[in-house]
């Protein structure tokens, strides 16, 4: 996300070199999440800069790869797992494994999921994202899910649409995230002491900052109970998102005043001819 073509020029020097984006970036946030690592797994020193260039409190929820998750759902995925953590191992205890997984993923492939979980190294955090909506609707299902997640104390990611969803797409951004994004209800209950929280908004920031409202509560309930979460902001387009995020921690910091600040960005100085 770092490398999103809107943000040279307004939360990131315009001639920033791609190797050096994201330590920009995290003058902005304090997490990312890693979603090329989806389509390929990248090069251990190319991890390696990524820890180089964010400071030990930086959290990146990283993306397990499609052929894991998607094509082989967990079978046969020995030595692309293998390759995988070994990849990441730069990033240390600051990564978090994120496996999400397709709406056709049910509940009669959770003994798959739990098998794969137990399997992570002990000293990695797992977060699993998933999008049947039978684990959303069906109490016994909901129950099938959450304790296979405890039993690998893994978390269960949302990704809330619900605002999105809530009137029709009034942009071409819009209207490829309508046909794109899973509609399942908001799910607001935290598994362990380091939550993960997506959130989907509209092209309007005003808009966007309007429905995150529910979850500054949530939120601020989490951090009064000893939580740590990370929560992700996001639009159709992603624009404005590292702006967002600060609106939203600001939020949150309204309801909880001894929450940390983040980090103050460098400025970012106009493109110049010469």
Known sequence: MWTH???PGRFLPPSLPVRERLRAYAGWCNAVEGNTTFYATPARETVATWAQQTGPGFRFV???PKLVTHERRFAGVETEMRAFLDAIEPLGER?????QLPGSFGPSDVDALGRFLRRLPANRRRAVEVRHPAFFTDARSTSLLEGALADANAEWVPFDTTVFFQSPPASEAEQEAWVR???LPRRTRALTDQPIVRYLGR??????AEGWRPWTEVVAAWLREGRSPTVFVHTPDNN???????RFHDDVRALVPGLDALPEPEPVEPATLF
């Not at 990564?95 to 496996?99: E, K, Y």
């Not at 404005?240 to 600060?246: E, G, S, T, V």
């Open 95 to 99: 990564a978090v494994l994120w496996t």
């Open 62 to 64: 990283v993306k397990l």
């Open 181 to 183: 994004k899973p509609r």
């Open 203 to 208: 092209d309007s920031a005003q808009a966007t």
């Open 240 to 246: 404005d998102a590292p702006a967002l995020a600060r």
């Open 5 to 7: 073509k809107a943000w």
